[in-house]
């Protein structure tokens, strides 16, 4: 199986259920997939095993190694065994958007559409959300399959426009429906609104036990220091917060050609993974950035979040410390 030099993750799993980056073994069945519902893609004609064969080499091997691939492509498994593909195409990485690609076995339409178009959306999510961190995904759909839109709004996909007689199908011009979610993770910049929070989440215990610096930070030094985040370029803080739910903070301060990561998980929220998700949040944010974090051993969490990042330790002379380096 091929990966993608994007992803950190590969594999995207449901019970039985999963996404893996699109096998060439599944070439066939998706073409005859294809072919059999042209009525609703945008496919003029049909395709041959030499047109399906020319895609994969030529299109599709070299989506892999691209660091912002147009499109990210997954076969749809049960078990092992392909039964859909799709994925995010049209990626717009400035603008952190993409439209959402489905294919279902035809044989599965008529009976488990619903099933699995809801099935395969949580799973894309997981992709778009949480291992992109992209702000939308949307889908693009003639007005062909009205019950698709039931599913997509039952799944929380609002309809954000439709596009009227924008397209000619058998003859006549018919409407497009554009159907969008929004990430409910969200990373938002520091302001005066925060003063008070942030006091509190840094003199909380376990805070202060893992922190470099251990003694409680008195009010008095935290507004000056809170004063001069706001104006200081070479530091950036966030808040991550999940539905304007304000989950934790992470902060980088620029040190010679690296930024330091410092980041901490309100006491409600622990133990949920948001650690990993808020890091690989700002990662994707400023992607051409060098990283740096500097880590007691005795703080686990930490730890396994910037392992799983592929961040490279290196010996640190203090014993208790790790020092990890990303790009």
Sequence with gaps: ?????????????SGVFS???IRYEDRINIMNWRNEQMYHLRQNSKLSEEDQDYYF?????????????????FSY????????YGGLVHINWIDKNAEISFVLNTNLESNQFSFHWSNYLKLLEKVAFKELFLNKIFTYAFDLRPHLYLVLEQNNYKNEAILKEHCYYDETFIDVYIHQKRNPFFLKKLNKTHQKLLFNWVNDYDVRENSLRTEPVLW?????????????????????????????QIRINKIEDRWLIDYSIDKDHRGKG??????NALVRRFNSFKFKAVVKHTNTPSKKVFEKLGYCK???????LITYLFN
Aim: glycine share 4%; aromatic share 10%; net charge positive.
């Design 1 to 13: 199986m091929n990966n993608y030099k994007v992803l950190n993750q590969q594999i995207f799993k």
């Design 19 to 21: 996404i893996v980056p």
């Design 57 to 73: 080499h030529k299109v599709v091997h070299p989506l892999f190694s691209k660091e912002k691939p147009n499109q990210i492509l």
């Design 77 to 84: 498994l049960k078990e092992n065994k392909c039964i859909g």
């Design 220 to 248: 008095e030094d935290h507004l000056k220091w809170f004063k001069n985040q706001l104006i200081d370029a070479q530091s950036k803080i966030f808040i991550f917060e999940k539905e304007d739910i304000q989950i934790g």
């Design 274 to 279: 948001y650690g990993l998700l808020m890091t």
């Design 314 to 320: 290196k010996n640190n002379q203090k014993r208790n």
